[in-house]
């Protein structure tokens, strides 16, 4: 067995570079008839990874989370209690179906890198990115975030919270 962090980053790194890799193929044959591709608009690159972080958060949720659950408990030496980070963020999310889960999931990364990535855009001053540029900078965002979003699943996998005697599934 191995511990929490190995196995961890295993994970995170498998998932965050074989998604960069992925849809930075996908985005390269997608504009191939795009010199430049602007920011703002509703063609716009803010639009299109708004929209990748919200799906690719949702089927990568769909598609993890019940693969963790089955082989995670089997490959990982865990703690009597999840981690507090994990507690505090997401044990409101954990409670409920996969499903559910999944849409949670997805709706919190449409909302978190909405404000981040229309920061980064604006504080390096562009309003339009080339095709290498927009591959580039669409792999790393979709690697991060595959990488990031696996940790929650990973917890929610091996940390299954049930609601207890007085708590409600809104709490």
Known sequence: MQSMRSYLLRES??????????????????SAHRDRLPILGGNGVLVDFIATAVILVLVLSLIV???????????VRIGAEPPLIFLKLFSHIAIHRNVLKALMLAIYAGVIALP????????L???????????????????LL???????IVYMALYPLRSQPGMSAKE
């Open 146 to 152: 595959a990488g990031l979003v696996v940790l929650p």
């Open 13 to 30: 790194l498998v998932s965050g570079s074989s998604n960069a890799v992925i849809n930075g193929g996908f985005s390269w044959y997608l």
């Open 65 to 75: 989370l019940p693969l963790q659950q089955r082989h995670a408990m089997k490959k």
């Open 125 to 143: 001053d562009v309003d339009s990115l080339t095709r290498v540029q927009y591959v580039l900078s669409k792999s790393l965002f979709t690697g």
């Open 116 to 123: 981040v990535v229309f920061l980064v855009f604006t504080v």
